[in-house]
């Protein structure tokens, strides 16, 4: 089976560009992360979807990122626009689970960023 | 809040030594405990997990065992080889969604 699946692996952007960050869960998982991963921060969650609504967006820097689920094998995270403190690395990850239950979580590769 | 703390690193070993990393959590209610592994360049995966207290979770020859009475849940593996080099991530999750990692711990293994 596929995992969970990002692209692209690599950005290099200059400041000020839009990025946009892709993810496919993994089929039948109803829950989705988005984290960042930095040196100094270590992993962050940004904002967690349960079938495709957002349930806690507390994560998020600030309002120039934004996170979308359309679908429940779809989700974008978007920075718009980007700053060279936006670098760091990417996961989504999915898992399947209702409010109670307690469930692994299945990550993806990772997209590394760098903002120039 | 629900919390993990888990040793700083990084643990350097020589091949074939005994590890343990502790990791201590604060939570209501009743949590799954988890550890996960990232190798260099890669996402987070599952090495082990326990559900409810006495629980020990095993893997790859890493175990874990879920103690109530004193919050913990230590990852511990008798002989670590270079492959082993990664940073192990401590986590609980008490439900409601949300997966409470620690702060992970680099472990370095030399031949």
């Known amino acids: 089976d596929a995992g969970v699946i990002q692209s692209p692996r690599h950005e290099v952007t200059e400041m000020g560009q839009e990025v946009t960050l892709r993810c496919k869960p993994i089929?039948?998982?109803?829950?989705l992360f988005w984290y960042r991963q930095t040196m100094m921060r270590g992993l962050e969650l940004l904002i967690y979807?349960?079938?495709?609504?957002?349930?806690?967006d507390s994560g998020m820097p600030e309002d120039r990122f934004s996170a979308k689920m359309p679908n429940a094998s779809f989700s974008t995270l978007k920075i718009q626009p980007s700053e060279p403190r936006d670098s760091a690395v990417y996961f989504c990850?999915?898992?399947?689970?209702?409010?109670?239950?307690?469930?692994?979580?299945?990550f993806g590769p990772g997209t590394r960023l760098l903002v120039l | 809040g629900d919390s993990v703390t888990q040793m700083e690193g990084p643990v350097t070993l020589s091949e074939e030594a005994f590890l343990t990393i502790n990791c201590t959590y604060t939570?209501?209610?009743?949590?799954?405990l988890f550890w996960y592994v990232q190798y260099p360049g890669e996402g987070l995966q599952l090495l082990l997990k326990?559900?409810?207290?006495?629980d020990k979770g095993s893997n790859k020859g890493f175990e874990a065992t879920y103690r109530k009475e004193t919050t913990s849940f230590h990852l511990e593996k008798g002989s670590v080889q270079v492959s082993d080099s990664a940073v192990y991530f401590c986590?609980?999750?008490?439900?409601?969604?949300?997966?409470?990692f620690g702060a992970g711990t680099r472990l370095f293994v030399k031949a």
């Open positions: 990850a999915s898992s399947w689970g209702y409010r109670d239950s307690q469930e692994t979580q299945y």
């Open positions: 089929s039948g998982h109803n829950s």
């Open positions: 979807f349960n079938n495709n609504v957002p349930i806690d």
């Open positions: 939570a209501t209610g009743y949590p799954s």
């Open positions: 326990a559900t409810k207290a006495d």
């Open positions: 986590a609980l999750d008490t439900g409601g969604f949300k997966t409470i």
